[in-house]
């Protein structure tokens, strides 16, 4: 069974490089096709004063209403720090079953966290939030097996515990199972 | 990550529900939201929630004046209070009325997870526990408590009504008449039924024997005590005590046991250490203690002590409409026991229950309907397949024995069709004998 396309926006600036290999990871994972594209815009409007961050709940819905397509899913990569009102950070989030998600490059960073830059790790993890939260728009919720990358975490040392795949059975719940023989 | 907890989110703020909501369904968590309390508990008065996260602050009812309300319509919801304004003495509040937790918005995503997974396992917990419970209250249902006779309502109303106290309780019936499960129906409806309840049987044991058997002994307390051992009122402790046969225990131990009773504590044979425990007595005989008090062979003042509620139940003879229920439910029993089919019932057999004396009362019952079930033909409990040749009719109410010879000769006479030789042959008397206890007892053949 083929999932229905990707579209992949990058808002902000990114090397072209990487955002044609996060792309191509996300469509190996999914076995379908992924446009990707760059948009410059402008997220002031979403960004909260009092926390100092950018209002995820807000942006979801924008992508939602200026870029979602029938029979696409739609996930946005910002490198801004995203919050929900109710938790104090989100590393991205999706419409269950939905069309659209959004993903944040900002907590990824090793430097955020007084550690050297490791490019290579950062591509790891960003690749493992776009396809985590593509899994939710395609209807998927956390998955208990330790290496899906299905997993729920809520810090980036979790993200580096979990591989950049589906598990068999988030696979077989999307179909996708016998692409992978 | 599919669960089945359902989940309440109830806040004033869209934005707070929206997050909660796709937070929690990411998760597999099934939930509801409401915009204030009075939504809140029309919810879950129509659907059961496991996990209720309220905020504190919100139009009308507050979220601790909504805790309170849950409590009362389900006290195991796991109420978490949200606030944005956390106060020491609100979070005091929100945990004495039963909250689970007091959380401050926002929360680190990694909290949220980790209180939502300790709610999980609690009420997993929760539930485990009430799982184990009715399994132990399945275990202590007494099932052969059957009669819908207004002697046996009247015997299940009694216990029903003692059973939630703390009360003595003296057993009188006749043997076979089921005592002990009456004392069992007593216990598994009291608040002690997840303690254990301890039989003794005081008629079988010496008076030694039961001395140690009550009370413990310690190790080196007589020859043969190699180990310490706990006593039966020790091992009651919380729970309940059944003494069988009170009647047959000896002076010293009606002494003995009295002291135990009034103080609830006592010590091992061969000890020196008191051990209190709390139990609850229940006693049972076939003997009539009043007069046994009267003649002196039973202590008043023991009497007295255990004779808080006396409970007697009535002899099979005295109630036999409830041998028709007590077969079925026997033979249900019995073939489920030995995997067949169920079997019927001719209604001439049951006629002849019904005639039976019983001075074995139900137990004498229990045993005759699971023979009869062995030797039948697997199809119908027949005449012929029940033990009432009257052989086994020794009436309990049969005293004298001119009675008794009366009876016996009946017996003999009927048995061999009342020829008066074979009869005399059996009875081991000339035919003149026979002739003349005929007419002294004036004996009839049956027509």
Known sequence: MKLPGITLIAIGYFERKMLDALADEVSNEYHTDVYLREEFKDLSPFFDPARKQYNGNALLKEIESQYALENRKTIALVTVDLFIPILTYIFGQAYLNGRTGIASMYRLSNERYGLPRNDELLFDRCVKELVHELGHAYGLIHCRTLRCVMLSSTYVEDIDQKSMHLCMECQKILGIHDHKK | ?447
């Not at chain 2, 598994?188 to 005081?202: L, Q, Y």
């Not at chain 2, 180990?227 to 002494?255: C, H, P, V, W």
Request: aromatic share 6%; with cysteine; charged share 30%.
């Open chain 2, 1 to 447: 990550m599919s669960t089945n907890i359902n989940m309440l989110i109830v806040d004033d703020e869209e934005s707070v529900r929206d997050s909660l909501y796709n937070w929690f369904i990411e998760d597999g968590y099934e939930v509801g939201c409401a915009e204030n309390a009075s939504v809140a508990l029309n919810m879950l008065e129509k659907k059961d929630f496991d996990i209720i996260l309220a905020d504190i602050k919100m139009p009308g009812m507050d979220g601790l004046e909504m805790l309170k309300r849950i409590k009362t319509i389900k006290p195991s919801a796991i109420v978490i209070i949200m606030t944005a304004f956390a106060t020491v003495d609100t979070a005091v509040q929100a945990l004495k009325d039963g909250a689970f937790d007091y959380v401050t918005k926002p929360f680190d995503p990694d909290d949220l997870s980790h209180l939502i997974r300790n709610a999980s396992k609690q009420i997993a917990l929760s539930s485990e526990n009430e799982s184990l419970k009715s399994r132990i209250t399945n275990l202590e249902q007494v099932e052969d408590l059957i009669g819908s006779s207004e002697a046996m309502q009247q015997v299940l109303r009694e216990v029903q009504s003692v059973a939630p106290s703390n009360a003595s309780v003296i057993i009188t019936g006749e043997s076979g008449t089921g005592k002990e499960l009456i004392a069992r129906a007593i216990h598994a409806n009291s608040p002690r039924k997840f303690f254990p309840m301890v039989s003794v049987h005081c008629g079988a044991l010496s008076e030694s024997l039961l001395e140690s058997e009550l009370f413990g002994h310690e190790k080196g307390a007589f020859t043969g005590a190699v180990y310490n051992r706990k006593g039966r009122f020790e091992m009651a402790d919380n729970g309940t005590i059944f003494l069988d046969e009170i009647a047959t225990i000896s002076a010293k131990m009606q002494i003995e046991l009295l002291r135990v009773l009034e103080t609830k504590s006592f010590m091992r044979v061969g000890g020196n250490k008191l051990i209190n425990s709390d139990f609850r007595v229940i006693c049972a005989t076939n003997k009539d203690l009043k007069k046994m008090v009267d003649n002196g062979t039973f202590r008043e003042d023991l009497y007295y002590r255990l004779n808080v509620v006396n409970i007697l139940i009535p002899p099979l003879r005295e109630r036999v409409d409830d041998i028709p229920l007590l077969v079925d439910y026997f033979i249900r029993k019995y073939c489920n026991a030995m995997s067949r089919n169920i079997v019927s019932i001719e209604p001439a057999a049951i006629r002849k229950l019904k005639e039976f004396e019983f001075p074995g009362n139900v137990r004498e019952l229990e045993n005759m309907i699971e023979r009869a079930i062995v030797v039948g033909n697997g199809k119908e409990i027949r005449v012929k397949d029940l033990p009432l040749s009257q052989e086994s009719v020794v009436s309990s109410s049969v005293e004298s024995l001119d009675e008794l010879e009366k009876k016996h000769i009946q017996l003999i006479l009927n048995k061999y069709d009342w020829n008066i030789s074979r009869a005399s042959k059996a009875l081991q008397v000339d035919r003149v004998t026979l002739y003349n206890k005929i007419k002294k007892f004036d004996l009839k053949q049956p027509d």
